[in-house]
């Protein structure tokens, strides 16, 4: 021990003060660069996606090509796990049904096990009849068309996502391939019948998504929530809605997400819903049964029956999902590896197995890392959420994608499901102001607290209505942009 009048005191003294500062420092370092590990890991597997694209291809014309393309690919599927993914875990999330990690966890599987084995493994070069094949035939032009439409999309998405607004994936891409095919070959290049028909989609998409949720809502607080005896109405009707949810989920997942598997028709994919429904509302009664037993005749009651429930469909929701979706991220990637290594642009085209783990992972990638922002978003921050409430987002999502394949509709499953949320928060706002008669005179107090007193918080209405609108045109115009750059830079202009 050092005495004051110790010459060394007062180095040691400055030393202390010294290391003192460079200890800060490296807290502040630490502080400083944690927002910067999930853009550096993206990085690298978009790097790592480029590198396995160059030595799966090898060298020769066009290697390149793909590798710029692979690594823009890997981009629009990390961006569509941080972005799309949120709608399906979000409402459970919410409802704390499960925790954040957990869900994180199980949706990270589910898409990761949807994209690879239930993945289509043939997609239209052109996104679904968007643009003619014929008008962007010349494969050079083609590849760069395609290139600028997965840029734009993942550019866009990127960007939703970071404004906290869930916007479709699907109609980021289309707009992406309108754009370029517009820049590429003029207005007459676009099949505007197909694209009015997605602009409805705006606005049918939500619409059934939200008065079908309230629907349920509506239900179960007539036939549950609101009876004298609520545990003997949760034995009767619960088994029946978990019946109901297990059948929808069958015809969902037999129409959206086993199509590699087995091809089925839309009425054999309901046949299968309603065999595996009728079973299942059988068998869960006596479950229901037991697990009510012994429980308060509380709300809170009712909504331990329905957690877990609500878990397996945001599970099988994002099954689904990587089904489905994964075409967004890969679907132009494979059209450019089969330009360049066939010479020619197809009306359609295998997806090669490496593609699809690039996107497969690249979703699980983009929800692990800059997924939870859109979940919180989805979950709590739009109107507060529980067990039942979230249950009803998650059927009306299945629901409505079956009644619109049904109709022919092109929908979002982004729409619907936020649609849902908006759905089942306004019919609370309605039954609690007309029916309760809980309408408190709030005229008195400034427009920020009326707003915040709201159950649907209107701030997040506008930004993602915002969004929703402008996507097609604002990637379109993206599109056409990178197009027109991409070709002046190829010496193609």
């Known amino acids: 021990m050092t005495s004051p009048a110790d010459p060394n005191a007062k180095a040691i003294k400055t030393l202390d003060k010294d290391l003192g500062r460079i200890g800060l420092l490296e807290q502040a370092t630490m502080f400083t660069a944690r927002p910067l590990v999930g853009p550096g890991i993206a990085l690298v597997f978009m790097a790592l996606a480029g590198l396995a694209a160059a030595t799966i291809i090898g ?39 499960v925790t954040l990690g957990g869900a994180l966890i199980i949706a990270a599987i589910c898409e990761t096990a949807g994209a690879l084995l239930a993945g289509g493994d043939v997609v239209s070069t052109v996104s679904r009849g968007i643009v003619a094949p014929e008008s962007v035939a010349e494969p050079q032009v083609f590849v760069w068309a395609m290139m600028a439409a997965l840029l734009a999309g993942a550019l866009w ?20 391939v309108m754009g370029a095919g517009i820049a590429a070959a003029g207005f007459g290049a676009v099949n505007w019948p197909t694209m009015a028909a997605i602009a409805a989609s705006w606005v049918v998409s939500p619409l059934m998504g939200g008065v079908i949720a309230a629907l349920f809502l509506a239900l179960i607080n007539s036939r549950i929530l609101y009876r004298e ?26 129409m959206k997400g086993l199509k590699k598997l087995v091809d089925v028709s839309l009425g054999e994919s309901v046949m299968i819903g309603v065999a595996v429904g009728i079973p299942l509302a059988l068998l869960m009664r006596p479950v229901i049964r037991r697990q009510s037993r012994g429980m308060e005749n509380r709300v809170k009651s009712i909504k331990a029956l329905f957690s877990i429930p609500l878990v397996l469909s945001a599970a099988l929701l994002s099954f689904a999902h990587g089904a489905n979706d994964v075409a967004n991220a890969v679907g132009p990637l494979a059209a450019i590896v089969h330009v360049i290594q066939d010479g020619s642009s197809g009306d359609r085209v295998q997806i090669p197995y ?48 079956i009644l619109a394949s049904w109709l022919g509709l092109p ?83």
Do not use: Q
């Not at 960007?159 to 980021?172: F, K, N, Q, Y």
């Open 411 to 493: 929908v979002s499953s982004t729409h619907i499901a936020i649609g849902g949320i908006f759905g089942v928060g306004f019919y609370r706002e309605w039954y609690h102001e007309k029916i309760l008669k809980e309408n408190r005179d709030l005229s008195a107090l400034p427009v920020e607290e009326r707003t915040r007193r709201k159950v649907v918080r209107r701030s997040h209405l506008m930004t993602i209505m915002t969004a929703w609108v402008i996507t097609v045109p604002a990637t379109a115009v993206l599109s056409a942009g990178l197009f027109f750059a991409a070709t002046l830079l190829a010496g193609l202009r």
């Open 157 to 176: 998405i990127h960007l939703a996502t970071a404004m906290g607004a869930p916007v479709s994936t699907t109609h980021s891409i289309v707009g992406g």
């Open 59 to 97: 060298a020769g014309t066009g290697t390149w090509v793909v590798v710029i393309a692979a690594v823009i690919g890997a981009y629009m599927a990390v961006n569509i796990g941080a972005n799309d993914v949120a709608n399906n875990m979000g409402p459970a999330v919410g409802a704390n049904a």
């Open 229 to 254: 005896d609520r545990i003997a109405a949760a034995r009767t009707w619960v088994p029946v809605l978990i019946g109901l949810m297990g059948g929808v989920f069958a015809t969902y997942m037999a």
């Open 354 to 401: 490496w593609v699809m783990i690039t996107g497969a992972l690249g979703l699980s990638v983009g929800l692990m890392l800059f997924g939870p922002k859109l979940i919180n978003i989805v979950g709590s921050e739009i109107t507060r959420l529980n067990a039942m409430r979230a249950w009803c987002v998650a059927l009306s999502a299945a629901l409505v994608v």
